[in-house]
């Protein structure tokens, strides 16, 4: 009779989404817009890494429309760069960076492309 009473409150917990659920403490987001040279226009398709002041590499990816790229953040408090190349390596001809900190709040960025080289 106990194992099925604990049984049905697991049941129930697990489906108001109190026992599993991360739904108050939401992770923060990460975002980030790839400009143009000169800042007038946003720039698709540009590969973005993300580096810790170890100069590890945090993760990776490719902006998508508006010229943003956005996940969860996975990363501890700190101090962090986003650097990105259009088009992606090994074929870019621009590329610039911008350094942050993430202080436990979502992240909004932007990385200014540099001239082509």
Avoid at 39 to 48: D, F, M, V
Wanted: net charge negative.
């Amino acid at each position: 009779m106990s194992a099925v009473l604990l049984i049905a409150v697991a049941s129930a917990l697990a489906i108001n989404g109190n026992l599993f659920s991360n739904s108050e403490n939401p992770l923060p987001n990460f975002k980030v817009t790839v400009y143009q040279y000169g800042g007038g226009s946003t720039q698709i398709n540009a590969e973005i890494e993300v580096y810790d002041s170890n100069n590890n590499r945090l993760f990776s990816g490719t902006t998508g429309d508006g010229g943003i790229y956005s996940r969860e953040w996975p990363g501890s408090l700190g101090n962090y760069t986003v650097k990105a190349w259009y088009p992606a390596r090994p074929n870019d001809g621009q590329n610039g960076q911008n350094g942050f900190t993430y202080s436990g709040a979502s992240i909004v960025t932007s990385v200014t492309l540099g001239p082509n080289y």
